[in-house]
């Protein structure tokens, strides 16, 4: 497995708030299964990041396409970068 790191923008702030439940459970699905390590709005809010543990990027882009805040045009601009963990990786 390979460990993946997601950023992107909210596009639409009140269509966040509206489907912010939908997201947080998908992704809360994910974390359970060992998919999602962590995620979270970063910055002044504007922008969010999620950790991935995923075999390979078109995973993460399958798993991204289908997040209810892409659906929803909530999360946009959206990049996708693996990460070579030196430290805590196990």
């Known amino acids: 497995m390979s460990y993946w ?4 923008r909210y596009a639409d702030m009140d ?4 489907v912010r439940p939908e997201h947080v ?3 809360t699905r994910l974390h359970e299964q060992g998919t999602v390590l962590f995620g979270g709005p970063i910055d002044d809010g504007l922008r969010a990041m999620v950790l991935f543990r995923a075999p390979d990027e078109q995973t993460v882009r399958d798993i991204v396409a289908a997040d209810p805040f892409t659906l929803a045009g909530v999360g946009v601009d959206h990049v996708i970068r693996p990460w070579q963990v030196a430290i805590g990786a196990s």
């Not at 269509?15 to 509206?18: E, V």
């Open 25 to 27: 459970a998908y992704l």
């Open 15 to 18: 269509a966040r708030a509206r």
């Open 5 to 8: 790191v997601l950023e992107y």
